[in-house]
């Protein structure tokens, strides 16, 4: 395998491992707040702390494997990773009474609306400001 091709399939493997981890940070970090049930305290700071701090870390390493993309393209690919992860979330509860309360218009508006916004803004911000139009 020649150099050029080695470094290439490393680039597919990390920007596919990245796109994985926005699915996998999105299926167990929703809701980032959740209007229907009371939860203590301190397990809502810890959502309403790490899905932001989660969206800006993979919002970096999104901008390192697209660098030649523009924000227009950061904020469809992060809200389609979002509307995957959310999904595998709904599949992984699937019958389960955690879904009727989880589900609901305004906590996935809210967890789709954080994500995408702080990934993004991340994105923007590491690309150096490039990429105003899609």
């Known amino acids: 395998m020649k150099t050029s091709e080695h470094t290439a399939g490393r680039r597919l493997l990390a920007c596919g491992l990245s796109m994985g981890l926005v699915v996998l940070f999105n299926c167990f970090g929703f809701p980032v707040y959740n209007f229907n049930k009371g939860w203590t305290l301190s397990i ?3 959502y309403l702390f790490l899905t932001p701090a989660s969206a800006v870390y993979v919002g970096g390493i999104l901008a390192k494997c697209f660098p030649e ?8 690919l992060t809200a389609a990773l979002v509307l995957a992860g959310l999904g595998c979330r709904f599949l992984l ?3 389960e009474v955690s879904n009727v309360y989880n589900f609901t ?8 609306f954080v994500f995408t916004a702080f990934c993004s803004q991340t994105w923007r911000q590491a690309a150096g400001g490039r990429g105003e139009t899609p």
Request: glycine letters at 14%; one cysteine or more.
């Open 93 to 95: 509860e699937f019958g």
């Open 105 to 112: 218009l305004p906590n996935v508006l809210l967890h789709i």
């Open 44 to 46: 809502t700071l810890c």
């Open 69 to 76: 993309k523009g924000w227009g393209f950061a904020v469809s």
